[in-house]
């Protein structure tokens, strides 16, 4: 049972990178789903989430407008779109899965390894 991200890197700001993470060993359309980042010298921080179905996202104020949690069932993959970014977006990024309640940060108990978003002129 496994998730993989990927898809961190350095990006100017004013622009984008799609983060992906891949299920493995269980079907993620059975999953809440969520993005956490957690910056250098900072607490971790839930950016995004989405319920079981898709029908209800969540978005952080900060990132509000310009990230978008979407996913693949066919694929078993979950991705953040991320546009404008912004040197406060500089952050390792977590996928997480939950079967508890969307909205509640702490029911998500199955985490990815994390991919570095380095946003910098």
């Known amino acids: 049972v496994q998730l993989q991200a990927s898809g961190g890197g350095l990006v100017q700001p004013g622009g984008s990178l799609r983060l992906s993470c891949v299920a493995s060993?269980?079907?993620?359309?059975?999953?809440?789903i969520a993005w956490f980042r957690q910056a250098p010298g900072k607490e971790r921080e839930g950016v995004s989430c989405?319920?079981?179905?898709?029908?209800?996202?969540y978005y952080a104020d900060s990132v509000k407008g310009r990230f978008t949690i979407s996913r693949d069932n066919a694929k078993n993959t979950m991705y953040l779109q991320m546009n404008s970014l912004k040197p406060e977006d500089t952050a390792v990024y977590y996928c997480?899965?939950?079967?508890?309640?969307?909205?509640?940060?702490?029911?998500?108990?199955?985490w990815g390894q994390g991919t570095l978003v380095t946003v910098s002129s």
């Open positions: 997480a899965t939950s079967r508890g309640n969307w909205f509640l940060w702490d029911d998500y108990d199955h």
């Open positions: 060993g269980f079907t993620l359309d059975d999953y809440a």
């Open positions: 989405a319920s079981k179905s898709d029908d209800r996202t």
